[in-house]
């Protein structure tokens, strides 16, 4: 057996559409680029997960961000010559899979999930595909035999119902799918946006509400102007435990970028006041993008590069697809 085969596989996959942001970078891009060597990893922009609300997407919308997204991964760190970076729907195999476990997965696990029930309701008109979105994640994950999964932790739910639908293809026709784990940080696994700190960063209200979110490839001067307009409140208190939810979320973004402990965080900007976390937690936030940004651009510039990596990211990966949808299909008596 050899070293590769010996490691665990770590899966993730993230949606193109929006703006991806800083909550996206710490809370999934940067575990991805640390975690790359530890495992073989498998890393998917899931463009067929974007369509389930149909209304909202434009065909040339959706592949220019599909191309962005991969750009942005490849740039923060993700090395295509240890992962697989790939467009989930350049294999097929997922949406393949996503049909037979549809036919395993009761409708009533569908309809419990939180963000399908947070979602339909601000629809007049729910699609099927939005229902069923949990499926087709699963079918990402378990298709490559996955062990891990970093996710943040609102997906905990969806991770929770991949192993329940692998769980019960298992007993129903044989082993064959790996009960994948959720890998979530201790801190920073949720980024709140810069102008209501009660609700998690958005990417679809990044795109829409310029101080909302910070981007992983705004310029300087933008990343500064969203940071000093931040929501904090009129005191000075910098301790963790005690401050406003607008003050914590600056303070977390800067302990997971510094990667100082809380103490020595409350005792540098004791007194201080805001202004002056604001400031450095800027000049931190844009000396840490800044490199990815270049890298994103030098990537943008060179369309048929990224392409290629692409592809090769799907080759890489296919005959594992493959083989595991040849045996579900094989279990269940197709073909």
Excluded at 39 to 52: P, R
Excluded at 144 to 172: C, K, S, W
Aim: with cysteine.
């Amino acid at each position: 057996m050899t070293q590769q085969e010996q490691k665990k596989r770590i899966f993730s996959g993230i949606q193109p559409t929006g703006e991806l942001h800083i909550g996206n970078y710490i809370g999934a891009l940067t575990q991805w680029a640390e975690q790359q060597m530890q495992y073989d990893s498998v890393f998917c922009i899931v463009d067929l997960h974007a369509i389930t609300i149909p209304e909202s997407i434009e065909p040339e919308y959706l592949r220019k961000k599909t191309r962005e997204a991969a750009a942005i991964l490849l740039a923060s760190g993700i090395d295509p010559e240890c992962s697989a970076v790939f467009i989930q729907s350049h294999i097929p195999a997922h949406t393949e899979l996503t049909w037979i476990l549809n036919c395993v997965t009761p409708i009533g696990w569908l309809e419990r999930m939180t963000q399908y029930k947070a979602k339909s309701e601000q629809l007049e008109s729910v699609s099927t595909g939005l229902l069923d979105y949990p499926v087709l994640q699963a079918a990402d994950v378990l298709l490559y035999h996955t062990h891990l999964v970093p996710v943040g932790e609102d997906q905990r739910q969806h991770i929770e119902l991949m192993r329940d639908i692998a769980e019960r293809f298992n007993r129903l026709f044989g082993a064959v799918f790996v009960l994948p784990e959720p890998v979530i940080r201790d801190s920073g696994a949720r980024v709140m946006g810069l102008d209501d700190p009660t609700a998690k960063m958005s990417k679809s209200l990044g795109e829409k509400r310029k101080g909302h979110a910070i981007g992983i490839v705004d310029p300087p001067d933008l990343i500064r102007e969203k940071i000093m307009r931040a929501v904090t409140d009129s005191g000075k208190e910098t301790r963790f435990d005690y401050a406003t939810p607008g003050v914590v979320n600056l303070m977390v973004i800067y302990e997971v970028l510094s990667k100082h402990g809380r103490d020595a965080i409350e005792a540098h900007f004791e007194g201080k006041g805001y202004g002056a976390l604001k400031r450095e937690l800027a000049d931190l936030v844009i000396a840490t993008l800044q490199p990815v940004r270049e890298r994103y651009l030098n990537l943008m510039g060179d369309p048929s590069h990224l392409e290629e990596l692409l592809r090769q990211g799907a080759e890489r990966v296919r005959p594992i697809a493959e083989a595991t949808l040849n045996q579900v299909k094989a279990l269940v008596g197709l073909g």
